[in-house]
């Protein structure tokens, strides 16, 4: 079975400060895609980095980075000077080329952001 | 562009009934797909409609049904509700629903089994 691990539940972190979020994920496709989704308390789903498996160097948009590991199949998270409205529940996800269209999502990590 | 939306935003229904629910897609994607988010399930993927056609069907019992319209607008029906559909559901689109395509999520329908 395709299946994605968010082994954290809930996080915390001060503001300005790094978090990582980790992720596995178990396929045996070799073409796929992994995603990182925000969802705020609106529970709109909003993309925040992706991921082409086929790509060694590790995705980065401003703040977020992943740290990709294909081997270990993990896929985790570094959100770095934390801001208040990073706080979210935060789902991994990955699609492959077979079914393309159907993301398969991990249970979520729900991250909190203190003062 | 507008974004993807979603109709009605919350519904109350009771058990037996049947409901409808409305996706329009970001214009010009034409892939449309549909999950269901409950706090004991997770997000879990319903189908997808692309070009009138349902292409991908996830794990879910004959009553959650769907279509999609020539203008690419989508609706799910669930008929003989139960209390355990009550949860969020989600709509995303996606140009051609390829995998390195980026799929838009809409802000949900929250639909309530009584």
């Known amino acids: 079975a395709q299946t994605v691990t968010q082994s954290q539940p809930e996080m915390s972190v001060q503001e300005a400060e790094t978090v990582t979020l980790s992720c596995t994920y178990d396929t045996s496709e070799s073409d796929y895609y992994l995603f990182w989704y925000k969802q705020p308390p609106s529970r709109q789903m909003i993309l925040v980095i992706r991921?082409?498996?086929?790509?060694?160097q590790n995705a980065t948009e401003n703040r977020f980075s992943v740290n990709f590991q294909k081997a270990a199949k993990s896929f985790s998270l570094k959100i770095s000077d934390s801001q208040l409205g990073d706080a979210a529940m935060y789902f991994c996800?990955?699609?492959?080329?077979?079914?393309?269209?159907?993301?398969?999502f991990g249970t979520g990590t729900r991250l909190q952001v203190t003062l | 562009k507008a974004g993807v939306t979603q109709t009605p935003r919350y519904l109350i229904k009771t058990r037996g009934q049947q409901v409808t629910l409305s996706c329009s897609p970001i214009s010009g994607h034409r892939s449309v797909s549909w999950y269901q988010q409950t706090p004991g399930q997770g997000l879990q993927f319903l189908f997808e409609y692309f070009s009138e056609t349902q292409r991908n069907k996830g794990n879910f019992p004959g009553r959650f049904s769907g279509r999609q319209f020539s203008n690419s607008r989508s609706e799910m029906n669930v008929s003989t509700l139960e209390l355990g559909d009550s949860a969020l559901y989600l709509c995303?689109?996606?140009?051609?629903?390829?995998?390195?395509?980026?799929?838009?999520f809409g802000p949900g329908t929250r639909l309530l089994v009584l």
């Open positions: 991921q082409e498996a086929y790509k060694q």
């Open positions: 995303a689109s996606s140009q051609q629903g390829q995998v390195q395509e980026t799929q838009y």
């Open positions: 996800a990955y699609r492959v080329t077979g079914t393309a269209s159907k993301l398969t």
